[in-house]
C-alpha cells in the first residue's frame, strides 16, 4: 500500500512558476514509478509527465514539454512537478500516482496503469 498526499498548488498569474510535491507513504517508495496528471473542470484526466523508479528515465506531455520538469527524491519518498512558464490552459487539479515499476512504457502515460492515487491540489493559472 502507498499513500500519496500533493501540495504545492495555488494560484498564480500567467508566466509564473509552482513546484508541486508528492509525499508518499511506505518502505518501498524506489519501487514505483511515479507520474503527475491532471483533470480541468468537464474534461477527462489526462497525462502530464512520468518518472521511472530511479529517475533515470522521464516522459512528458506534448503540451507540458520544455515547461515542466519532473523529478524525485527516493531518500524523501517524494516525488516533484515544477512547472514554469504557466498557461491559463494549464488550470486544472493536478494529481499524483504511483504503479510497482514493471518496465518503462507507453503504458506511464495511462491513468489506468497507475495503482495509487492522491488527493489532488488545485493549480489556477490567472491571464
Known amino acids: 500500500q502507498v499513500q500519496l498526499v500533493e501540495s504545492g498548488g495555488g494560484l498564480v498569474q500567467a508566466g509564473g512558476s509552482l513546484r508541486l510535491s508528492c509525499a508518499a507513504s511506505?518502505?518501498?517508495?524506489?519501487?514505483?514509478?511515479m507520474g503527475w496528471f491532471r483533470q480541468a473542470p468537464g474534461k477527462e484526466r489526462e497525462f502530464v509527465a512520468a518518472?521511472?523508479?530511479?529517475?533515470?528515465?522521464?516522459g512528458y506531455a506534448e503540451s507540458v514539454q520544455g515547461r515542466f520538469t519532473i523529478s524525485r527524491d527516493n531518500a524523501k519518498n517524494t516525488v516533484y512537478l515544477q512547472m514554469n512558464s504557466l498557461k491559463p490552459e494549464d488550470t486544472a487539479v493536478y494529481y499524483c500516482?504511483?504503479?510497482?515499476?514493471?518496465?518503462?512504457?507507453?503504458?506511464?502515460?495511462?491513468?489506468?496503469?497507475?495503482?495509487?492515487w492522491g488527493q489532488g491540489t488545485q493549480v489556477t493559472v490567472s491571464s
Open positions: 500516482a504511483a504503479i510497482m515499476a514493471t518496465g518503462w512504457s507507453t503504458k506511464n502515460r495511462i491513468p489506468s496503469w497507475y495503482d495509487y
Open positions: 511506505g518502505r518501498t517508495f524506489s519501487s514505483y514509478a
Open positions: 518518472i521511472s523508479e530511479s529517475g533515470a528515465r522521464t
